[in-house]
């Protein structure tokens, strides 16, 4: 199928980042549909009437344009970590049916449709057969929606995502060589390759790095410590991603726990949830819902401002005030030395006419004013050190 859209690089780099981030099933199939129509209108009133497997193949299209196989395998060992994160739940609310090979009418792709059947073979030999159909249609919906993986390495366009884009880059660039290497050292039309062919990409699999393979998932509630977080943990000597924590903002104390509810019911990997202290009734709902695997983590002091020492909130203060044309000590204030601080900040930048105070901008300058761990709080480096326990835990199981 030929490239049916023009589409701007950077949303080939977000189609990329999108695949890599945690997001069950049938919210990605709605994700892909969604797309496909929002860029081909045309096709909207017949939309009801095509599978799934179809807006796949023009989601892929859109990104990719001709086919390349080392992409489509890449995108395939990808896929695999979906058994390995998903509860059979998740791919049980499918309402999806698998292509067979007569069905398809492109041989560039068609030859990895046995590969799939294959990898399923070894992944869940003892999936019932109504759950190995949808299994199998959700690798081939995958297989099929490949977003450009090698676009994805060309410099970001996007300021906000180019530390993100850049931890990505060379392990996508890694497995893009490793795929490479499987397709030209091996027949992938001749049936009896497959078998060879599926233990080396299960072998892939295991080997991913961390950043493209999730141990956990971290739910805190907004970007101030989505900012915040990944900037301390290198502080305190690694990286968040290294540890294959997918940290997810979830848009406040209540998403939290919407998302938390979902994912125990549909992921297997732990889930660990971070509160302020004063949302007390969704600590309690998380505390009643927690499997042995999940945690939930209370801020002591109530917000992440809160846990910053006097002297180190004021040194970031001032950095952030200085980017409004202000210094700290050129007007009178007031700041307590520890406990709630919510209050006193907004009254400091109203009094200044600077508005509301900026919590996700204070993110922003704590984390670069970051000089040593010393100035990184004692709760986050708690927790940030519980989480690099936890990430060891999950390795070696």
């Given at each position: 199928?030929?490239?049916?859209?023009?589409?701007?690089?950077?949303?080939?780099?977000?189609?990329?980042?999108?695949?890599?981030?945690i997001?069950?099933?049938?919210?990605?199939?709605?994700?892909?549909?969604?797309?496909?129509?929002?860029?081909?209108?045309?096709?909207?009133?017949?939309?009801?009437?095509?599978?799934?497997?179809?807006?796949?193949?023009?989601?892929?299209?859109?990104?990719?344009?001709?086919?390349?196989?080392?992409?489509?395998?890449?995108?395939?060992?990808?896929?695999?970590?979906?058994?390995?994160?998903?509860?059979?739940?998740?791919f049980?609310?499918?309402?999806?049916?698998?292509?067979?090979l007569k069905?398809?009418?492109?041989?560039?792709?068609?030859?990895?449709?046995?590969?799939?059947?294959?990898?399923?073979?070894?992944l869940?030999?003892?999936?019932?057969?109504?759950?190995?159909?949808?299994?199998?249609?959700?690798?081939?919906?995958?297989?099929?929606?490949?977003?450009?993986?090698?676009?994805?390495?060309?410099?970001?366009?996007?300021?906000?995502?180019?530390?993100?884009?850049?931890s990505?880059?060379?392990?996508?660039?890694?497995?893009?060589?490793?795929?490479?290497?499987?397709?030209?050292?091996?027949?992938?039309?001749?049936?009896?390759?497959?078998?060879?062919?599926?233990?080396?990409?299960?072998?892939?699999?295991?080997?991913?790095?961390?950043?493209?393979?999730p141990?956990?998932?971290?739910?805190?509630?907004?970007?101030?410590?989505?900012?915040?977080?990944?900037?301390?943990?290198?502080?305190?000597g690694?990286?968040?991603?290294?540890?294959?924590?997918?940290?997810?903002?979830?848009?406040?104390?209540?998403?939290?726990?919407?998302?938390?509810?979902?994912?125990?019911?549909?992921?297997?990997?732990?889930?660990?949830?971070?509160?302020?202290?004063?949302?007390?009734?969704?600590?309690?709902?998380?505390?009643?819902?927690?499997?042995?695997?999940?945690?939930?983590?209370?801020?002591?002091?109530?917000?992440?401002?809160?846990?910053?020492?006097?002297?180190?909130?004021?040194?970031?203060?001032?950095?952030?005030?200085?980017?409004?044309?202000?210094?700290?000590?050129?007007?009178?204030?007031?700041?307590?030395?520890?406990?709630?601080?919510?209050?006193?900040?907004?009254?400091?930048?109203?009094?200044?006419?600077?508005?509301?105070?900026?919590?996700?901008?204070?993110?922003?300058?704590?984390?670069?004013?970051?000089?040593?761990?010393?100035?990184?709080?004692?709760?986050?480096?708690?927790?940030?050190?519980?989480?690099?326990?936890?990430?060891?835990?999950?390795?070696?199981?």
């Open positions: 199928m030929e490239n049916l859209i023009s589409l701007s690089s950077t949303e080939r780099i977000s189609a990329c980042l999108k695949s890599l981030t997001e069950e099933p049938l919210s990605r199939l709605a994700q892909v549909r969604k797309q496909v129509l929002r860029k081909m209108p045309q096709i909207k009133e017949k939309a009801s009437s095509y599978s799934p497997l179809y807006f796949a193949r023009l989601y892929g299209a859109m990104h990719c344009g001709k086919a390349d196989r080392a992409m489509v395998l890449a995108n395939i060992v990808l896929a695999l970590l979906d058994l390995r994160i998903y509860k059979d739940s998740a049980n609310l499918l309402v999806i049916e698998p292509l067979s069905d398809y009418d492109e041989p560039e792709l068609a030859s990895f449709f046995s590969l799939t059947e294959r990898l399923l073979d070894l869940k030999p003892q999936a019932a057969p109504s759950l190995r159909r949808k299994m199998l249609a959700w690798l081939q919906f995958r297989l099929l929606a490949c977003p450009n993986w090698r676009e994805f390495c060309l410099p970001p366009s996007e300021p906000m995502q180019e530390s993100l884009i850049e990505l880059i060379q392990p996508i660039n890694d497995l893009l060589g490793a795929c490479e290497n499987e397709l030209s050292a091996r027949d992938l039309t001749a049936s009896a390759s497959l078998p060879g062919f599926a233990d080396s990409l299960l072998q892939l699999t295991k080997n991913l790095s961390p950043r493209l393979a141990r956990l998932i971290l739910l805190v509630e907004g970007n101030s410590e989505f900012i915040f977080l990944p900037g301390a943990a290198e502080k305190l690694f990286r968040l991603d290294d540890l294959g924590v997918s940290l997810i903002s979830s848009g406040g104390a209540r998403q939290v726990v919407k998302r938390f509810l979902l994912l125990r019911e549909l992921v297997s990997l732990p889930v660990v949830a971070l509160l302020d202290e004063d949302a007390v009734e969704e600590i309690g709902i998380i505390e009643e819902s927690l499997r042995d695997i999940d945690h939930l983590k209370v801020v002591e002091g109530g917000e992440l401002e809160d846990c910053f020492s006097y002297e180190f909130l004021l040194y970031a203060l001032n950095e952030q005030l200085q980017l409004h044309g202000q210094v700290l000590s050129q007007m009178p204030f007031f700041m307590p030395r520890e406990g709630a601080r919510k209050a006193y900040l907004a009254k400091l930048f109203r009094e200044r006419g600077l508005g509301d105070f900026d919590k996700l901008e204070f993110a922003q300058v704590a984390r670069r004013s970051l000089r040593s761990s010393a100035d990184v709080p004692v709760f986050v480096q708690d927790f940030l050190l519980f989480l690099k326990g936890l990430s060891e835990i999950e390795r070696t199981e």
